[in-house]
């Protein structure tokens, strides 16, 4: 019987009955606040009848106990069917994201593996950025939770080496860069950053910055943009100067993911790197808040990407398009792993694991790793062996495939996080061999600037460690923190790097600057999988 009709009958009823009945009846029919209300009135009665002599009560208690009773029943029946509806309708339907509404909601769920630190006073206004500063005076806002607890830059604790108060600064004046060119709908134009400085449109075009990209790559740049704020610590939570960008950030994500968890639109074929890096920012920002918020959008992130893959294999362009490829597949194995990394911390404190990812998929990568990797030298192809990175094609001879390579960092990194120790695995030693050959060098008539390629294999060689890892940190410094721009202030270059390389016209200054970013990020970003922090 339906709840109406229920209740109707039990209203019917309850008209033959004497005024207990009628009342218990009543009772269900009203809302639950309406219930504790009479309950109270109820209950005063009964209490100011005690003053009126134990004779008159001892004469009503029989009758008034049972009903209290029974009205106390029937109440805890009527609260837990409510609660059910206002679940389900929850379910049903999900909340809008407003900024506050973001803020409110992380900041109430005490239970998440979340730490908050709230950093320096200097550091919690929201207004445009004047002034040094780096992480250790701003303060990580975000707190890294979990898996990705250690995030945060800080000073520089001579973590991978001496002198990291030269990468941290950096980062910091790309993150403050990145903040000023973001689009008043939470997101990071590609081809037309230049029109916003800190939410405001640039008026005079003489003052705009140059260096633009193509606007299909918006979802993309968006993604990569958001990774550097979560890959230093910065989450929407916190009293942080970033706390605001990234929650637009992430609300734009949300509103543009279509019902099957893909992130932008499927204009083009080149649509999965704006889905892949997306996802990754998702997967990141659930992991460091564990905020049910981002969850869901995180989930369906990552079953695009199990939907995409090919069955026994890897991922390309499109779904299941039966040819793969080691550029794409590289993307996705990001955002896989890092859920991994959540679901491993969720089950080490006894929780079950809160991500579902598609099972066989690394098996199906180290399948096709194994198909593209030279085995005397370890130098990995696009989309076969002996192949060389992806260009595009009115740019090959421009950059020359021999001054990168970009797929052997992503195959060294893909065997890493899937549990090939660097010390032990001859491919990983032969790949750093051929990487510390080519340490990141910024010169902009040879071809040997591909930011692609640094992404990667810094991350790569930081797992490897040792003298691999010292001559790229040395590189590092000369070809990333040396060429960021200082002039002029940031809303126009200060804080970015030229988008010089094969890239650079597909992703403009947003791309390079954030992609570059991340690659500094490398000390704090991902613990070493193997051998010491």
């Known amino acids: ?140 806002g975000g707190g890294a939770g979990g898996a990705f607890r250690g995030r945060g830059g800080g000073k520089d604790t001579g973590t991978g080496g001496g002198g990291r108060k030269k990468f941290d600064d950096a980062v910091d004046d790309a993150l403050r860069w990145l903040a000023a060119h973001q689009s008043p709908n939470g997101g990071w134009e590609a081809a037309g950053f230049d029109a916003w400085c800190d939410g405001k449109p640039v008026s005079d075009a003489s003052k705009r910055p140059d260096g633009l990209g193509k606007a299909l790559y918006d979802p993309g740049v968006t993604g990569l943009a958001l990774c550097a704020f979560l890959g230093a610590g910065y989450t929407n939570r916190g009293k942080h100067p970033f706390a605001t960008v990234v929650s637009r950030g992430l609300r734009y994500l949300k509103n543009i993911q279509d019902p099957e968890g893909c992130f932008g639109p499927r204009s083009t074929q080149q649509y999965i790197y704006n889905h892949a890096t997306s996802a990754l920012a998702m997967v990141e920002a659930y992991g460091m808040t564990g905020s049910p918020i981002f969850q869901g959008s995180a989930q369906r992130g990552l079953d695009f990407i199990a939907l995409a893959r090919n069955p026994y294999f890897a991922w390309r362009y499109g779904i299941k398009p039966g040819d793969n490829d080691t550029s794409v597949s590289g993307w996705m194995m990001m955002a896989l792993k890092s859920a991994q990394l959540i679901n491993k911390d969720a089950l080490a404190r006894g929780k ?156 403009g200054r947003v791309y390079s600057t954030a992609i570059l970013a991340l690659c500094l990020e490398v000390f704090y970003r991902y613990d070493k999988v193997f051998g010491a922090k």
Not at 369 to 388: A, I, N
């Open 1 to 140: 019987m339906a709840r109406n009709e229920r209740y109707e009958h039990d209203y019917a009823f309850a008209q033959q009955g004497d005024f207990n009945e009628q009342l218990y009846h009543a009772l269900r029919q009203s809302p639950w606040w309406m219930i504790s209300i009479a309950i109270h009135v109820l209950l005063f009665f009964i209490l100011s009848l005690i003053d009126t002599g134990s004779a008159n009560l001892q004469t009503k208690k029989p009758m008034q106990s049972s009903m209290v009773e029974k009205v106390e029943e029937e109440l805890e029946e009527v609260e837990e069917d409510t609660e059910e509806v206002h679940e389900q309708e929850i379910v049903a339907e999900e909340p809008v994201i407003k900024d506050e509404e973001i803020a409110e909601e992380v900041e109430t769920d005490n239970d998440l593996p979340y730490e908050e630190s709230f950093g320096e006073s200097e550091g919690l206004s929201d207004a445009p950025f004047e002034g040094p500063a780096n992480n250790g005076t701003i303060g990580i």
């Open 352 to 507: 079950p694991a809160p991500l579902t990812t598609d099972e066989s998929a690394f098996d199906g990568l180290k399948a096709w790793l194994d198909k593209v990797t030279d085995p005397d030298y370890g130098r990995v192809g696009y989309v076969q062996r002996g192949t060389g990175p992806a260009r595009p094609q009115e740019l090959v001879d421009r950059f020359p495939g021999e001054k990168s390579e970009a797929m052997t960092g992503a195959a060294m990194l893909a065997r890493v996080f899937m549990g090939e120790d660097p010390r032990k695995s001859e491919l990983i030693k032969l790949g750093a061999d051929l990487c510390a050959k080519l340490p990141p060098t910024w010169n902009p008539t040879d071809g040997s600037i591909d930011m692609y390629y640094w992404y990667y294999a810094t991350l790569a060689m930081f797992q490897v460690g040792g003298k691999h890892w010292e001559i790229w940190k040395k590189g590092m410094e000369k070809a990333m923190v040396e060429t960021q721009r200082k002039d002029t202030d940031y809303c126009q270059y200060k804080g970015s790097w030229d988008p010089i390389g094969p890239w650079g016209l597909d992703g």
